[in-house]
């Protein structure tokens, strides 16, 4: 029994830890670019420490402002992941938000399994229903982080999914955290996570984007503000310029894009098991959504995006040219409330001086 009290003191020593690391970490962070969600972040990860600390305790009304901390903490991850996504410009209104409407009959559900188990009243409204909550709201929180993959690659990744394996952690931890042989099973998963979530977090605030503070442009450019119709050869000269910005890119060749650089790519071939960087040129909503939730995004730090269109001739083979210019007048004006700039790639042999004309007079 020495051992396992031991291993779980441990345990709780690293998980500790981390919470602290994680509040400092993101508190500084905060400081640094004022984003609203790195105090959110950091603020949970305080809480989720008071919530360990007190669950130690021997005192009852100390265990109750423990279950009180952790909704605390998954309450701060909730809000923290929406005010993120408000900061990348990125509506919540998608399908994820749906799913908020299961929360409460899957939490009575689950409480009445956890009384049938345990048979215990005071274990079930108190500990097991603060997890529960908890458990639902982290979740939640997870999956709302999912569509910044597209801005944070890789990295965004490994943060939704450790925060969404913590979220569902919690929830054996309910209703198996009422026996003491569960506690070294539980203290394992939780240092595990928590180690996973706050390396992704490191990471994440470690990279030039994260770190553009609130109010400013991310970058300054020596480049026109608004839309450049500009060839094939002024595009290869402005792709230096634009090599270290983040800027949004829909083309056709992929074999010299910066890194920084969002880019999709524009084709009709039905790749399997492709990423979410490949755009049917049929798709001109999708390109739409990405377009206005990239604007949304530099408005609110202060305007200055950048988008490239290097397509135009290939999107014209699959849209009508009604639809065509409908949707670059869309892009043209959100570049210009936004206050950015949108470089059109085109060909001037190719285009019809009717066509050609009505492209200029709708971009200026």
Not at 50 to 58: D, F, G, M, N, T
Not at 110 to 126: E, K, Q, R
Request: hydrophobic share 50%; net charge neutral; with cysteine.
């Amino acid at each position: 029994m020495d051992g396992v009290s031991a291993l779980v003191g441990v345990e709780f020593s690293i998980v500790l830890l981390g919470d602290i690391t994680a509040f400092v970490w993101m508190l500084r962070v905060y400081f640094k670019n004022r984003r609203v969600s790195a105090l959110s972040f950091s603020l949970a990860w305080l809480f989720d420490a008071i919530a360990i600390a007190l669950s130690a305790s021997p005192n009852v009304p100390m265990n109750y402002l423990g279950y009180i901390s952790i909704t605390i903490f998954s309450a701060l991850i909730f809000y923290g992941a929406v005010r993120f996504l408000d900061e990348e410009g990125i509506s919540i209104l998608n399908q994820t938000a749906y799913y908020f409407s299961l929360i409460p009959p899957a939490l009575m559900a689950y409480l009445l399994l956890i009384y049938l188990y345990t048979g215990d009243a005071v274990w079930t409204v108190g500990g097991a229903a603060a997890l529960g909550i908890a458990s639902a709201f982290v979740i939640v929180g997870g999956f709302l982080l999912r569509p910044l993959k597209e801005i944070y690659p890789r990295i965004m990744t490994y943060l939704y999914g450790s925060i969404l394996l913590f979220g569902i952690h919690l929830i054996p931890a309910a209703i198996f955290g009422y026996h003491k042989w569960y506690l070294p099973i539980g203290f394992m998963f939780s240092a595990s996570l928590i180690v996973a979530m706050v390396w992704a977090l490191f990471k994440l605030t470690s990279t030039e984007r994260f770190n553009v503070p609130v109010g400013t442009v991310p970058h300054k450019l020596d480049l026109k503000r608004g839309v450049l119709l500009i060839d094939v050869d002024e595009y290869k000269d402005l792709k230096g310029q634009l090599s270290n910005f983040p800027a949004l890119a829909f083309l056709r060749d992929l074999s010299d894009v910066p890194k920084a650089w969002q880019a999709y790519f524009v084709t009709a071939v039905p790749f399997k098991n492709s990423s979410d960087k490949v755009i049917p040129p049929t798709n001109l909503a999708k390109m739409t959504e990405l377009a206005f939730q990239y604007s949304e995004g530099f408005k609110k730090a202060g305007g200055g995006g950048v988008m490239v269109m290097d397509c135009i001739e290939y999107l014209m083979v699959y849209n009508s040219w009604s639809s065509l210019l409908k949707f670059l007048s869309k892009l043209r004006d959100f570049t210009l409330v936004s206050r950015g700039s949108l470089i059109v790639v085109i060909d001037r042999d190719s285009f019809e001086e009717t066509k050609y004309a009505q492209l200029v007079k709708l971009m200026e």
